[in-house]
């Protein structure tokens, strides 16, 4: 996959808006490698618990590897064929272990800006407000005459040389302060530059599926060249010699490393696009590395399959997250609708089918023994809270989270199609008006270019919906006192209930549970 260009470029999390970028054709169909993207939202990565879901995979040792792989993962790549040079490429690091860790170290050496986010200043150059150097040269050539004068009037060339010296480090500490995130951004594309250099240096990453980007990397260095003259000038070694100490003294009074950041500033301004390129190709990589390590660390996983939209064939798949792995089956090409008892495993099951699809159409990976899927948006509307600060309430909340899925649906006709969870249907509301207002939305989704997943208590809307949705249940086994989850997925909706039979397990008074079940019988 090649660096985005600049109306591709990949969305900043503060903005958290998603690429608007072209649909890539009609329901049932392949996609063409047309760099169709879908950007995760907030609600969605939230309800997954994309977070931990990144952390699991994230082995990135430098800023650009870790900015990067977090949108690639939030930016599904509907492309089969730039997912699958981004397989290749994964798959030949890890073919060749000593390139492998030649690479992990290029990058470690690179390293981490902590809480600078450095996608986010790269492209801000552009908002310093122009500044020249003639001040930093004044104040400069002042300094330099008043050593002079030294010599010449002892003692006015040293009042001269102690005024300029207060004035020309708190001129430099006061400018300096205005643009220390765009300083240590500077410092980070030097050292990408050199992590470039380095990596084309490396005889493997000529060659296979890594060759289009090294090439990438060394016409980027090239003209990226001038922002490397003089950049020994914004930073020191982190050796702390005598030398460094001076260095340190020569900024703060002849300004010599704010002069060279006036001039860089400018040469980057007229070379975004290619740092932007040069941020994406070094990411890509690492990205790469990324995946290789995590594939490596799986029990089991599989490259996906895109053979059409509007249907899905699963074998073996699992949940990243769950400390105990179980493997679950599905095969369909219509909507489904989820039953089943309390803690059986609904929501965990609708999260690793989102959680899978995500990943198979970011990192062409799936934790799974086969996986046979389309392109979709992925959207959800599971772990809501009432908004306070908003003055919402949950249900209010749930609304709004529902009627978003349902405006990408009706706006995404034709387009690519959508792929929703929604867990207990306007949970929030009273029982009849729950059932019927459910009942209408989710029938409102079929026959669309959509594929839902639905999980409810509500057996109602098994028969209300058994014309639009297939029905799928989990269920429980009770042994003794105990409730016993084998949390595999089964055909048709679910028959049992154990809500009383969990309070009695957890040891709720007899009186209170026996009552329970008599009113629960008789209702």
């Not at 459910?438 to 959509?450: F, P």
Request: aromatic fraction near 8%; glycine fraction near 6%; proline fraction near 3%.
């Amino acid at each position: 996959m090649t660096a985005r260009t600049n109306n591709e470029r990949l969305k900043s999390d503060n903005g958290a808006a998603k690429d608007s970028l072209a649909g890539n054709g009609a329901a049932g169909s392949v996609p063409a490698g047309n760099g169709a993207a879908f950007y995760i939202d907030d609600i969605t990565w939230n309800d997954l618990s994309m977070e931990h879901v990144y952390g699991k995979i994230n082995t990135a040792r430098s800023s650009v590897g870790e900015e990067y792989l977090k949108r690639v993962l939030r930016t599904s790549l509907c492309d089969p064929e730039k997912l699958k040079q981004r397989s290749l490429r994964a798959e030949q690091v890890s073919a060749d272990p000593a390139e492998k860790k030649q690479l992990q170290k290029i990058f470690r050496d690179l390293g981490k800006t902590k809480k600078l986010s450095l996608y986010d200043y790269i492209f801000r150059f552009h908002e310093i407000k122009p500044s020249g150097n003639a001040v930093h040269i004044l104040l400069s050539l002042l300094l330099i005459a008043a050593i002079i004068l030294i010599f010449v009037r002892p003692v006015i060339g040293i009042i001269a040389l102690v005024l300029l010296f207060v004035i020309n480090i708190s001129t430099y500490f006061r400018y300096k302060a205005s643009i220390e995130g765009y300083f240590m951004c500077f410092k980070y594309i030097v050292k990408m530059l050199q992590a470039a250099a380095r990596i084309c240096r490396i005889p493997g990453m000529r060659t296979g599926a890594f060759a289009p980007l090294t090439q990438e990397l060394e016409a980027d260095t090239q003209e990226l060249a001038g922002l490397k003259r003089g950049s020994w000038l914004l930073t020191n070694s982190v050796s702390g010699s005598l030398v460094d100490v001076i260095m340190d003294y020569v900024r703060m009074l002849f300004h010599v490393d704010i002069m060279r950041f006036n001039s860089m500033r400018k040469l980057a301004v007229q070379k975004e696009e290619t740092i932007d390129h040069l941020f994406c190709t070094l990411g890509e990589i690492e990205t790469d590395l990324c995946i290789s390590d995590f594939r490596e660390s799986l029990p089991a996983w599989c490259r996906p399959e895109f053979a059409g939209n509007l249907r899905l064939e699963i074998a073996g798949m699992y949940h990243p997250l769950t400390p105990t792995i179980v493997k679950n089956d599905l095969k369909t090409c219509r909507s489904i609708l989820l039953t089943g008892s309390n803690a059986s495993g609904k929501s965990t099951f609708l999260k690793q089918v989102a959680i899978n699809q995500i990943l198979a159409q970011s990192l062409d990976t799936c934790l799974a023994d086969r996986f046979v899927t389309g392109f979709y948006k992925v959207m959800s509307s599971m772990a809501l809270t009432d908004n306070i600060l908003g003055n919402e309430s949950y249900f209010i909340v749930e609304i709004k989270s529902l009627k978003r899925i349902l405006d990408e649906i009706r706006d995404g006709q034709g387009e690519l199609p959508v792929m929703c969870f929604i867990d207990e249907v306007l949970r929030g509301t009273n029982t009849k008006e729950r059932i019927a207002a459910s009942s209408q939305i989710l029938k409102s989704m079929a026959g669309r270019n959509v594929l839902c997943f639905a999980a409810t208590h509500d057996i109602e809307l098994t028969q209300l919906l058994g014309e639009d949705m297939e029905n799928y249940h989990f269920e429980e086994f009770v042994e003794g006192n105990d409730v016993i989850f084998d949390y595999l997925l089964k055909p048709g909706p679910a028959r049992t209930r154990n809500a009383i039979r969990l309070m009695q397990a957890y040891g709720f008074d007899p009186s209170i549970t026996d009552a329970a079940e008599r009113l629960a019988d008789q209702i």
